[in-house]
T-cell receptor, first 115, second 116 residues
Framework: DTAVSQTPKYLVTQMGNDKSIKCEQN?????MYWYKQDSKKFLKIMFS???????INETVPNRFSPKSPDKAHLNLHINSLELGDSAVYFC??????????????FGPGTRLTVL | GQQLNQSPQSMFIQEGEDVSMNCTSS?????WLWYKQDPGEGPVLLIA?????ELTSNGRLTAQFGITRKDSFLNISASIPSDVGIYFC????????????????FGQGTILTVHP
């Protein structure tokens, strides 16, 4: 079974549309994240949730709204898509927010293309 | 925001050669990590470093946490074709309360190409 899974793998849509990306982890982790990887492969954190509570929001436009229905899921909804939203979005999870580093396990990514 | 400067940006090497890449920061990090990303996949952790000066190996990979806590390097010995991919350094900083909040700051990545 895949530890961290994302759907869809590819998403092509028109500017102005609203879309969602789903993420699920079966590792029993408390903490989940969304990262954005741009065309230059730069990875930047967007959000993190711990036990369904928002912990990190890295000045992401409010068109992006994460939702965590339970600890195993962290979905990303994007309103009014713009060309600049085209990127690969990665979901990740880690055990918790303990002092010692907890390995973050990444999903396979969702390539979003906005036309 | 905080950035990590990773170099080189890309490397083209022959199979069997050794590889070295490094990451520097203007600020201190408490943890340094090295990830590898294969095409179409998410990053996978290779090595995690927790203490200044720490030298850790994972098979043909060796990484060190710089004494100043502002840099780290990764070496790959005797490269093979499956080493191809993008290598990322990442740093993590603890808050005053000792909880990291999990935020990782990534370097720009090093694209490694290995010719058979």
């Amino acid at each position: 079974d895949t530890a961290v899974s994302q759907t869809p793998k590819y998403l092509v849509t028109q500017m102005g549309n609203d879309k969602s990306i789903k993420c699920e982890q079966n590792l029993g982790h408390d903490t989940m994240y969304w990262y954005k990887q741009d065309s230059k492969k730069f990875l930047k954190i967007m959000f993190s949730y711990n036990n369904k509570e928002l912990i990190i929001n890295e000045t992401v436009p409010n068109r992006f709204s994460p939702k965590s229905p339970d600890k195993a899921h962290l979905n990303l909804h994007i309103n009014s898509l713009e060309l600049g939203d085209s990127a690969v979005y990665f979901c990740a999870s880690s055990q918790d927010l303990a002092v010692a580093y907890n390995e973050q396990f990444f999903g396979p990514g969702t390539r979003l293309t906005v036309l | 925001g905080q950035q990590l400067n990773q170099s080189p940006q890309s490397m083209f090497i022959q199979e069997g050669e050794d590889v070295s890449m490094n990451c520097t920061s203007s600020s201190i990090f408490n943890t340094w990590l090295w990830y590898k990303q294969d095409p179409g996949e998410g990053p996978v952790l290779l090595i995690a470093l927790y203490k200044a000066g720490e030298l850790t190996s994972n098979g043909r990979l060796t990484a060190q946490f710089g004494i100043t806590r502002k840099d780290s390097f990764l070496n790959i010995s005797a490269s093979i074709p499956s080493d191809v991919g993008i290598y990322f350094c990442a740093g993590q900083r603890y808050t005053a309360g000792g909880t990291s909040y999990g935020k990782l700051t990534f370097g720009q990545g090093t694209i490694l190409t290995v010719h058979p």
